[in-house]
C-alpha cells in the first residue's frame, strides 16, 4: 500500500475579472474518481489544503446535468460523503514530499483562486517534479504550476508537454468572458507545450512524470494512467 498525497483547493470563490466572487470549490468528479481508482487498489489517500481548511466542493458538480445522468452524480456524491479524508485535510505548509508514492491534484475553479499563486504547492510542485515521483494534475489544477514560475519569469514545467482545460470548454462553460485570464493562455505563456483535446472528451497527457488530464472526463484516465507507476 503506498500513500498518495491530494492537494486541494481551499476556496470557496472564483474572483472573475470585474471583481464579483463565482461560487466555486472543486470538481466533485475529479476528486471521487481518481479516489475510487487509487484506493480501490488499496492505496491510502491523504489530502491537504493550505492552511488545512476543509476543501469546498463546488455545488454545480454534483448536478445530475454535470455528471451524464442522476446515476452518476449519486456515486460522486456518495464517494464524497464515504471519504473521510475531505474532513481531516492536513495543512499544506506541513507536507513533505518524502512520504508519498505520488501527488495529485483536482481541479474545479478553485485553484484558478488559491493554488495559482500558493507559494507551499509551488514548492510541493517542484520538489516532486524534480523526484521522479508521478505528478497527476487534472482540468484547472495546472493553474497551480503558475506560482512555480520565478522572479525571472522561469518555471520547471517550461517545455513540458501538458493539457488542461482549454480556452474553448472555457467559452462554452459561459466564463471566459468574464473571466480575468485563462488557463490555457497562461499555460502557454509560462513556457508549455500545450496539448488540446476536443471539448469535454477524455485527454490525458504524460512528459516524464507529469500526468494531465484536460477535464473532468479526464480524471478516471488519468488516474488509470498513474496507477501502475505508483509503488
Avoid at 60 to 78: K, T
Avoid at 125 to 134: A, D, M
Wanted: hydrophobic fraction near 40%; charge should be negative; include cysteine.
Amino acid at each position: 500500500m503506498a500513500r498518495i498525497l491530494f492537494v486541494m483547493t481551499g476556496a470557496d470563490h472564483w474572483t472573475l475579472a470585474d471583481g464579483t466572487r463565482h461560487p466555486t470549490g472543486y470538481w466533485g468528479e475529479e476528486f471521487a474518481a481518481p479516489y475510487r481508482v487509487f484506493t480501490g487498489a488499496g492505496h491510502q489517500v491523504v489530502v491537504a489544503t493550505p492552511g488545512g481548511v476543509v476543501p469546498p466542493v463546488d455545488r454545480s458538480s454534483l448536478a445530475p446535468e454535470a455528471n451524464g445522468g442522476q446515476e452518476r452524480a449519486d456515486r460522486v456524491a456518495a464517494t464524497l460523503e464515504s471519504a473521510e479524508e475531505l474532513r481531516r485535510p492536513m495543512r499544506l505548509e506541513d507536507v513533505r514530499p518524502d512520504d508519498y508514492a505520488a501527488v495529485f491534484y483536482p481541479g474545479g475553479h478553485g485553484p484558478m483562486e488559491d493554488l495559482s499563486v500558493n507559494a507551499d504547492s509551488a514548492r510541493l510542485l517542484t520538489e516532486v517534479l524534480n523526484s521522479g515521483k508521478p505528478l497527476g494534475v487534472v482540468c484547472h489544477a495546472p493553474a497551480a504550476l503558475l506560482a512555480t514560475e520565478d522572479g525571472s519569469g522561469t518555471s520547471p514545467f517550461a517545455g513540458y508537454r501538458l493539457t488542461g482545460f482549454t480556452n474553448l470548454e472555457e467559452k462554452q462553460a459561459g466564463l471566459a468572458d468574464k473571466a480575468a485570464w485563462l488557463l490555457q493562455d497562461r499555460l502557454v505563456a509560462l513556457g508549455a507545450e500545450f496539448s488540446e483535446g476536443q471539448p469535454w472528451e477524455p485527454n490525458v497527457v504524460v512528459d516524464r512524470n507529469l500526468h494531465t488530464g484536460q477535464n473532468p472526463a479526464s480524471s478516471e484516465p488519468l488516474a488509470e494512467r498513474i496507477l501502475p507507476s505508483v509503488s
